[in-house]
């Protein structure tokens, strides 16, 4: 499923509610070059429903010569027809199905009689229904940004198909250049801040911030003149410099929220903000922070408890947005008591491991 056989960053895991399901033909979509099929989009459907629908078009005929034109659903006639998106159609005929309760670019497949349904979760989701079709019964291949396969078939037979898929990773997100093309992209199913997949083909997540941002929010410049008991307390000192945040302080913690709100009014389209540490050491040795670690078995601890706490705050304005921290460095062993919150993701950085080699070898332990 999906067509990508990695991840790079796993941010949030969701249910698998349902897998591809093939019998026999249900019924020809395409004889000897000719189709009397129509692609249906809603009346008001969103920019990437349309691109699905082009989508469609655009490969159906590369692969069998023929052109369904496509039509609003309220100029439809029959049932021969294929429905991308949220058409009412699909509402009449499976009204215990709820599109809005798939889970993150969910896709459904599915045909009834002589008529096929492309749909999914907004706004990638029917994008990604599409391409799950084209990839599985038409034959198509995106090797590369500027490489594909499109078989010819003068003949395409649908089978009966039954597909109620949400991918597990939420956020999809490769490193390797041609990713970075945007149209290749959304192709495999990435979506994640890096990835500049255009907004008729569904957009991307964007993380304010992307990582390390505790002294994006409260640069020392602007306040550890006036606030040092905010920074960390290294060696018996108070600093900044390489250094993290005290996250025991409520009063920083606090602030720190409060310019995080003023970061999310400010770009409400996000959907993640990062609340996370300074790329270096540097954690707080003050005594509450110390406790905090000793308790928690682990400098992981404190930071959980700190982000948490921010996240908590956050849900009231924000109840959509997902918090995103680190385990990095010295955070990466993982507390003995507290969890991340519901709305708290956790990105680990194996960045010192070796990947010629899968992270189960033993140069990875």
């Known amino acids: 499923m999906y067509g990508v056989s990695g991840t790079i960053i796993s941010i949030a895991m969701i249910a698998l509610v349902g897998a591809m399901a093939h019998s026999e033909e249900a019924f020809y979509l395409v004889r000897d070059g000719e189709s009397a099929y129509s692609i249906v989009i809603r009346d008001n459907a969103r920019e990437p429903e349309q691109t699905a629908a082009r989508e469609l078009q655009s490969y159906l005929e590369t692969a069998t010569g023929a052109t369904l034109p496509i039509v609003h ?83 395409l037979a649908v089978p009966e198909l039954d597909t109620i898929y949400t991918p597990p990773f939420r956020y999809r997100e490769l490193w390797y250049h041609d990713t970075f093309d945007g149209l290749f992209g959304a192709r495999l199913r990435l979506n994640g801040h890096h990835h500049p997949v255009p907004p008729e083909y569904g957009g991307h997540y964007s993380i304010l911030g992307w990582c390390h941002t505790f002294y994006s929010l409260l640069p020392p410049d602007t306040f550890f003149e006036k606030q040092p008991e905010w920074y960390s307390e290294i060696n018996g000192e108070r600093t900044w410099q390489h250094a993290q945040l005290c996250l025991t302080n409520d009063e920083m913690r606090a602030e720190l929220t409060r310019n995080a709100l003023d970061w999310l009014r400010d770009n409400p389209d996000a959907g993640y903000i990062s609340i996370s540490q300074n790329d270096w050491y540097g954690r707080c040795e003050c005594a509450e922070c110390l406790a905090v670690e000793k308790k928690e078995g682990a400098p992981s601890g404190p ?61 990875n332990a």
């Not at 215990?96 to 969910?106: A, F, K, P, Q, Y």
């Not at 304005?317 to 919150?341: D, G, K, N, S």
């Open 303 to 363: 930071l959980l408890h700190f982000v948490n706490a921010v996240a908590e705050s956050i849900e009231e304005e924000f109840p959509e947005v997902l918090v995103e921290t680190l385990a990095y460095q010295y955070t990466r062993q993982a507390p003995e008591h507290v969890r991340p919150r519901h709305n708290v993701l956790m990105r680990l950085c194996s960045i010192e491991c070796s990947f010629a080699e899968p992270l189960t070898a033993e140069v």
């Open 73 to 155: 659903e309220s100029d439809a006639r029959g049932e021969s027809n294929i429905y991308v998106g949220h058409v009412n159609r699909f509402g009449e005929l499976f009204p215990d199905i709820r599109l809005d309760e798939l889970g993150s670019d969910g896709i459904i497949i599915k045909t009834h009689e002589n008529a096929l349904f492309l749909c999914g979760d907004e706004p990638r989701g029917t994008l990604y229904a599409v391409y799950e079709f084209l990839e599985e019964v038409v034959g198509c291949r995106w090797w590369t940004s500027t490489e594909e396969h499109v078989p010819e078939r003068t003949r």
